[in-house]
């Protein structure tokens, strides 16, 4: 991981306000009607089990389950990477598939310690097969794991070694417009987290940026006020490399970020007119970050075009068009309020995360898209992530692994009838919350 990693992980990650976690005894007492009401841009879990999914999945049994449940998934990930040198395309997908949903779930770092290399030389003839003329799927599948393998190997030489090894191979396969566009796509996520996670040298994150920024820019008119009208199957290439490259802006040197500023951030409201409700919501995301970033270098900064830029938010903010998709029209105007609300001066609204005994607080835009590139990686797998995972737990300011016995984690569960109380009661106060900004909008029309 570049050296700058870990100052700009103090300064842009949340811990200059309310720091990366406390106790759950602290978050308990943080509720109120409010946290209801913003309830759609909030990742707490609805259940208030102090145990995530994986927790109570397998801390059920006694510690000889839970070493015969580690053994077996070893031995299914060594008969996947077996796979992975076989003739048949579809058992080589179906491995990488499988290798997929085993690295997100669990954290295999030792066992995978030792297959680094088999691992690796594997991973990059997926690539290369198929390459450029074929459809792509064993390609995006390679890159996907190739992301997995480098959270769970961590910054370390192996890591950092691995990263090395298929860094020219990823930026050329992005590089390279005939390539499939899943393919690409996949690419462009491994390269950002690949360079965020095990990149060590300045060097390699100037260039990973160069390249990833040379593809979603593309999208963006030189000098032109609404973006170029690109085929509908390249958008989400370039929402996937727009978010790799906003992961590693959260980690590039201050020097650096001037002249990025100067750049892109004329430009990027361009994609604010995108056909991609996707696309869209990624380049707020990333305005609402270039200003958090700006506002870090420069506390009175201000931005030539705000009027143009604020009334561009605005809009989407207040979108009620019949022709967008319910689920999409909520989505963006929940994400626009808070880019608008920044973006005029305001604070990055905070999101809270529980898992495990622990309670995780995203305050800051830089917070928000680490925590979601990881999500997005890891699926369901993200809790014992956070909770076991050291590179995650660094990464958040989690500080080291909680070692609790099966005793007191079993003393910490609640019963059902109490879950199903403080979900209700939850209901209850959500309602009056919602209800009251209901009136007033009665009121205003």
């Not at 103090?10 to 009607?33: F, M, P, V």
């Amino acid at each position: 991981m570049p050296r700058a990693r870990k100052d700009s992980a103090l300064r842009k990650g949340g811990q200059r306000r309310r720091g990366g976690a406390r106790s759950s005894t602290q978050a308990d007492s943080g509720s109120s009607e409010d946290e209801a009401a913003s309830e759609a841009r909030s990742t707490t879990s609805d259940c208030p089990s102090l145990l995530s999914t994986v927790a109570e999945d397998n801390l059920g049994g006694d510690a000889a389950d839970e070493q015969g449940q580690q053994e077996d998934l070893e031995e299914k990930v060594k008969e996947y990477v077996d796979c992975l040198t076989d003739k048949s395309a579809k058992t080589r997908q179906g491995a990488l598939e499988g290798l997929r949903l085993a690295l997100a779930s669990r954290l295999l770092p030792d066992f995978l310690l030792e297959r680094c290399v088999t691992l690796a030389d594997a991973l990059e003839k997926c690539l290369k097969k198929g390459w450029p003329q074929g459809k792509g799927e064993e390609q995006a599948l390679a890159a996907a794991v190739l992301g997995l393998l480098c959270v769970q190997l961590g910054p370390g030489p192996k890591g950092e070694e691995l990263f090395h090894s298929l860094q020219p191979l990823l930026i050329s396969m992005l590089s390279d417009s005939t390539a499939s566009p899943a393919a690409r796509l996949h690419c462009a996520s491994a390269l950002g987290l690949g360079c965020y996670v095990a990149a060590s040298d300045v060097q390699d994150l100037v260039s990973c940026l160069t390249c990833l920024e040379g593809v979603f820019s593309w999208s963006c008119d030189v000098g032109g006020s609404t973006a170029p009208v690109a085929p509908a199957s390249l958008h989400g290439l370039f929402c996937a490399a727009l978010q790799a490259w906003a992961l590693l802006l959260t980690i590039c040197p201050s020097t650096h970020i001037g002249h990025i500023l100067d750049r892109q951030l004329p430009r990027l409201p361009q994609l604010l007119s995108s056909e991609s409700v996707n696309l869209r919501i990624a380049a707020g995301e990333t305005i609402a970050l270039l200003f958090e970033l700006a506002r870090d270098l420069e506390e009175d900064f201000t931005y030539e075009d705000m009027d143009a830029l604020c009334s561009a938010l605005h809009t989407l903010a207040t979108d009620s068009s019949k022709y967008r998709a319910k689920a999409d029209r909520r989505r963006q105007r929940s994400i626009f309020r808070a880019v608008l609300h920044f973006v005029e001066g305001g604070e990055c609204e905070e999101q809270t995360v529980r898992f495990g005994l622990e309670v995780l607080y995203v305050d800051s835009w830089a917070r928000r898209r680490v925590y979601a590139t990881f999500k997005d990686v890891l699926g369901s797998g993200m809790h014992h992530h956070l909770q076991n995972n050291e590179l995650l737990r660094d990464i958040f300011g989690l500080g080291p692994v909680l070692v609790l016995d099966a005793t007191a984690l079993k003393a910490c569960k609640i019963s059902r009838f109490e879950k199903h109380l403080y979900n209700a009661a939850a209901f209850k106060a959500r309602t009056k919350a919602r209800s009251r900004v209901r009136d007033k909008r009665a009121d205003i029309l």
